[in-house]
């Protein structure tokens, strides 16, 4: 599960200790923060993984989007669901310009993924970045704001979801 994402499992104290602080984030001020959502079912109330929201750019607008979903939980679509209330927030709550998703080459679940989304694969860089002891390659892949608006991307979000995530475009602190 972790092997192409940056972490490692955590023992429970390094759990908690996140959850109070970083991972209760629900208000976004300032370039390099981001939100951490649950990904919870609504029939069972179990947690089964989370999406990542990074604010990478103010500037340019530009957001990071990621994925993690428990084994058991995955093939049913949950993953590109949580993901796309996530695009919710990015474009319509926080009005950025420009998501992107960092893909290790061989993650070919994760690639389905931000292609169900509707990103558009943009680069193959190779052998790119010393992760976890090789050499890897990435694909990258992005959505822009009018794509997201223009309807490139089917929704049929029950709108009655709402993550805590806030705008820092319309942060009114
Ligand atoms: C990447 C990851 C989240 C993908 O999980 P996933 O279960 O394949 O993704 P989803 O939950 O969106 O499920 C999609 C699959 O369910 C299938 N599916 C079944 N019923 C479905 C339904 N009702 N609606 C949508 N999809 C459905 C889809 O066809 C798809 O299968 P396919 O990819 O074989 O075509 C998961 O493999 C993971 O957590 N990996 C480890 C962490 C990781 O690598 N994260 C990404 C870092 S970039």
Known sequence: MCRYIYSEPLPLAAIVTRLEGPWSRQRVEHEGEGVSLAVVRRDTGVLIGDVVLMWLSERDRLGEIGWVLSPEHSGRG??????????????????LHRVIARVDVRNE?????????????????????WFKGEWTSEVDYALLDHEWRDGRVPCSCDDSIHGPASSPAHSDT
């Open 109 to 129: 679940t994760s690639q389905r993924v931000a292609r169900r989304l509707g990103l558009r694969e943009e680069a193959h860089l190779v052998s790119n970045e």
């Open 78 to 95: 949950y993953a590109t669901e949580a993901a796309h209330r996530l695009l919710h927030v990015a474009f319509d709550e926080w009005q």
